[in-house]
Every structure is written in C-alpha cells, then in structure tokens.
C-alpha cells in the first residue's frame, strides 16, 4: 500500500506560508523565463481573469493591481514536506516539486465490496495516519491532498484527485471515468530540461490525437489494445497506457530526509522597530517547533541571520545550553539577544534556523535530581549574558596552567559528576589570599623586600623568604613573570608578590 502527498501549487502555497499578510491578494508566482510567465495564482487573481502561462505584460492588462512573487530556493519547504512524511514511514520517495509517495506497511481495514472513499472522516477511520498526516502538514502551513493505493503512479493520480483524502481499493472504477489530462500530473515531465520539453510536447500530442478519436477519459484509453497504442503513437503512449489501465508499478526511489530547520521571509514593507520583526519570528519558532516535534528532535542552537537595507547582515548562533522545543522559551531567548542590537538601516529580509539534536535524558541515583526548570535557570543566563555581556557569566574553571587566578567562565553544566572530596591539606599553616591582591610600595636593597606599605600592612620587614620565580605563556602574547616571597612584618606572616613593576600582597597566612 502506497500514500501520496500532494501540495497544490507548491510554489504558491511557499510563498503565501512565508507572506500571509498577501493570502488574499491577487498575486502570481512567475518563472525565471524570459519574458516571465505566471506559474501559479491565487483565486483573487483567478476571479479576475488571470490565468497561469500568461506574460506579466498580459497579466497586468488584466489586473493592474496585480502582485508578482517568485518562488526562490524551495530547498526548506521540501525538506519540511518530507520530514513530516518521515514521521509516518521511513520509505519516502521525492516524487517531484511539492509531492512525496511514501509506502504504508500496514493493512487496512477492508469493509465488504469494492469502495471508492472521499471524505476525511470515514477514511481515517481505516488509515488513522491520514488524518493525523493532513493535521500535521496543515500545522506547517500546507494545504495537502492524499491519494492511497496499491501502486505509487495510482496513489498519485489519487492525491490529484482527493478532497481531501481518496483511498482507491478497485483501481478499474476509479480510472474509468476521469479524463485523459490527469495523466499529465506526472513529476517526471514538469522539469525544465529539454527532455521533459520533448515528453511534454509528445504527450500533449498523444492527446490531441486521441480526442480526434473521441476518447476522453482513461477508461476509454484503457480500452485499446496496447500494442496498437503503441504502433500508432510510439513508445511513450506505452507509460500513459499503462498508467489509465493501472498496470503501471514501480519500486519507490527512496531518499534521505534532511535535517534542514529553517524558516525564511523577505519583506514586503521594511521594518524599523522590534514588535514586528519578533510577531514574525515568534511564527518561525511556532512552525520550527512543529517541524522538530514531528521528527522527535529539539533544537539545540537557533541561527538568527538578519539583512538590512543597507550595510552588511547580522548573524548571530545562539546556543540554547538545555535543548528544547518549547516556543517560549526559544523566543525569550531571541528576544533578550534582539533588545541589545542596534542597527543603521531597516530589516528588509530574515531567516530563522535551528540545529536539530536528540532530547537528553538521564537517569538520576537516589539522592540526586536535576533542575526544577532547566529552561527558566538557562532563560535567566542568557538575560544575564545579554545584560553583562559574552563570558561574563558563567561557572569558573582553572585553566591548565601555572599562572595564578587563570580561569575562564563556562556555561554551567548538571550532567558531569560530582567533585570528589578534597585532599586533607598538609598540615601548617595555610595562604588565605586577598580578593583582589593589594597593591603596595616595597623599599628593597639589593633586589629583596626591607619596608612594604600597603592597606593591609606596613612596616620593616624582619623576616623574609625568597625568591621562588615562576613564569609562562612565553610563546603567546599572553607572557607572564612573577616573582614571589614570604615576609614576617612582626608576628603576622604575609606573600608579597612582584609582576613586572607593581607590588602587591597577594595574602595572609593564618
């Protein structure tokens, strides 16, 4: 058993999911040809007399009011269109633009006798994922058709004719009475490339030809005998033949689904503020979450790509520290990073994407938990971080070196290990440093510490150790050299520590 998703006008239905605001306008998508030609329109536009395959020149003759898009890239739409397919089987063929024809390995529920279905409601009954399947691809913002049956060409043909679902169980009564152009709905022949040029006019041929002989419908065409089809039209009548008797079968040219989460609008009216540019990635999230949750993934970075008017794009990878697909925390993220960008010229287009990972899961020993609400601790850091600024929040780590207070902020993470127990300290007494070390004046005589000066301590030195030199990072510019002694100014004991011309006391021994 065989399912075939349909999207009417694919490249309409693109655009108007990228531009709502022009759903109901008369509006055309239009080829790269020259001059162009409408490709697809919308029923405002067709109620004012315009029809695909005509100029722009005649277009407007008809319509002056009329607006002109172009599809662009539909490399993410289709990627959409078949992760939602994915979600159902994992045998998936791209058919062509705006189909897919994926194979079902479960059998229905066959009622007594022969039946041709057309309504939603009873076939979902028998094929549960149909309706769930439409749900799905109406959440996306696609408007589908679906088409069940025994072979991928008949299911087509089904989704071409399905309101919006056709399940066809006996293919001679369902072929019988439809006309000979919906053989035309083939994927194959709708490229631009001289052989579809060449099958397309062949075809259209054939068909003229087989009006002159009164045969109008695919039951009559089924009715002759092949190879006389084919002595008298050539050997392409033979598919077109083969598909009105429903003789035509074909293994599936599966593919790999993308994992390509993005979502891309060019605006109509630049935008100058932030209320409109975060309504329309609020929407981009919404669909992005739909997308992801249908391929059991959460986002684990969201790719925020702005163009201006003017100037060079903003772009910007956000990661998200606990993956999820929840829209309100995703767009507290994107709206605590937009609050702090200024900008010379206004947004003209915007693209939203996301890096797909698994959900984490881990399983906690009896006396540990994990955070009440990770979403709302990482929230609360990003705010942070977008207010303090970038690796100024964070959890402290010592870096592998010798240099004192070497340490880099990291995002915190609750999935490592506990610290094990520290060592006993040695016994004796120990360095209780100052935060931040205090800066001093020191008298020396023959390069060791006499008096020192400082906030914390002043007088003459009478007893002093040293020195213990220690230096690094003489490869990089980062150079250090630091010189150190331990000093008694009465019966308190001290660290002085000298780096290039500064004194400091670095701490106190207790």
């Given amino acids: 058993?065989?399912?075939?998703?349909?999207?009417?006008?694919?490249?309409?239905?693109?655009?108007?999911?990228?531009?709502?605001?022009?759903?109901?306008?008369?509006?055309?998508?239009?080829?790269?040809?020259?001059?162009?030609?409408?490709?697809?329109?919308?029923?405002?536009?067709?109620?004012?007399?315009?029809?695909?395959?005509?100029?722009?020149?005649?277009?407007?003759?008809?319509?002056?009011?009329?607006?002109?898009?172009?599809?662009?890239?539909?490399?993410?739409?289709s990627a959409c269109l078949l992760q939602c397919a994915e979600s159902f089987s994992p045998w998936l063929e791209a058919t062509g633009e705006g189909v897919v024809t994926l194979e079902l390995r479960l059998e229905p529920q066959r009622r007594g006798g022969a039946e041709v279905e057309s309504g939603?409601?009873?076939?979902?009954?028998?094929?549960?994922?149909?309706?769930?399947?439409?749900?799905?691809?109406?959440?996306?913002?696609?408007?589908?058709?679906?088409g069940i049956a025994a072979t991928p060409d008949l299911a087509l043909l089904a989704a071409h004719c399905a309101r919006p679902v056709l399940c066809v169980e006996n293919a001679a009564d369902f072929l019988a009475e439809l006309p000979l152009e919906v053989l035309a709905a083939d994927p194959d022949s709708q490229a631009a490339t001289p052989a579809a040029v060449e099958l397309r006019a062949a075809r259209a041929a054939a068909f003229r030809l087989l009006q002159r002989w009164g045969i109008g419908t695919l039951g009559a065409f089924a009715a002759l005998s092949r190879e006389d089809v084919v002595a008298r039209l050539g050997s392409a009548a033979a598919v077109l033949w083969d598909r009105a008797a429903g003789r035509a079968d074909r293994p599936l040219r599966l593919v790999r689904?993308?994992?390509?989460?993005?979502?891309?609008?060019?605006?109509?009216?630049?935008?100058?503020?932030?209320?409109?540019?975060?309504?329309?990635?609020?929407?981009?999230?919404?669909?992005?979450?739909?997308?992801?949750?249908?391929?059991?993934?959460?986002?684990?970075?969201?790719?925020?790509?702005?163009?201006?008017?003017?100037?060079?794009?903003?772009?910007?990878?956000?990661?998200?520290?606990?993956p999820t697909g929840e829209v309100d925390v995703l767009f507290r993220i994107l709206e605590a990073q937009l609050e702090k960008v200024t900008a010379a010229a206004p947004v003209i287009a915007l693209e939203l994407s996301a890096h797909a990972t698994?959900?984490?899961?881990?399983?906690?020993?009896?006396?540990?938990?994990?955070?009440?609400?990770?979403?709302?601790?990482?929230?609360?850091?990003?705010?942070?971080?977008?207010?303090?600024?970038?690796?100024?929040?964070?959890?402290?780590?010592?870096?592998?070196?010798?240099?004192?207070?070497?340490?880099?902020?990291?995002?915190?993470?609750?999935d490592e290990p506990p610290f094990a127990p520290a060592a006993a300290p040695p016994p004796g007494p120990s360095l209780q440093r100052f935060r931040p070390p205090l800066p001093a004046d020191v008298q020396a005589r023959d390069g060791r510490p006499q008096h020192v000066f400082s906030e914390k301590a002043f007088g003459e030195i009478t007893a002093c150790r040293g020195p213990w030199r220690s230096s690094g990072d003489w490869w990089s510019d980062g150079a250090w050299d630091r010189i150190e002694w331990d000093i008694a100014l009465g019966d308190q004991l001290y660290r002085l520590a000298r780096q290039g011309d500064a004194w400091f006391l670095d701490g106190a021994y207790d």
């Fill in 1 to 77: 058993m065989f399912a075939a998703i349909h999207v009417p006008d694919f490249a309409l239905q693109c655009v108007l999911r990228r531009e709502p605001a022009v759903r109901e306008r008369a509006l055309a998508v239009v080829d790269d040809g020259l001059p162009a030609r409408l490709r697809q329109i919308t029923p405002a536009a067709r109620l004012l007399g315009v029809a695909p395959g005509m100029t722009t020149t005649q277009a407007l003759g008809r319509c002056s009011a009329l607006v002109f898009r172009t599809a662009g890239s539909l490399t993410a739409e």
């Fill in 120 to 146: 939603c409601a009873s076939v979902a009954s028998r094929f549960p994922q149909a309706g769930a399947l439409l749900a799905q691809l109406a959440a996306c913002d696609f408007a589908a058709q679906l």
């Fill in 257 to 322: 689904v993308p994992e390509i989460f993005a979502e891309t609008m060019e605006l109509e009216h630049e935008v100058e503020t932030l209320e409109p540019l975060l309504f329309i990635l609020r929407r981009f999230l919404e669909q992005l979450a739909a997308r992801l949750a249908a391929a059991y993934r959460v986002a684990a970075s969201l790719r925020l790509r702005l163009v201006f008017a003017a100037g060079a794009p903003y772009e910007r990878e956000l990661p998200i520290p606990a």
């Fill in 358 to 414: 698994r959900a984490g899961q881990k399983q906690f020993s009896l006396f540990e938990s994990g955070l009440r609400d990770p979403a709302k601790f990482f929230e609360t850091l990003a705010r942070l971080q977008a207010l303090l600024g970038d690796g100024r929040v964070g959890t402290p780590v010592a870096e592998n070196t010798h240099r004192p207070d070497a340490f880099h902020l990291t995002t915190p993470s609750f």
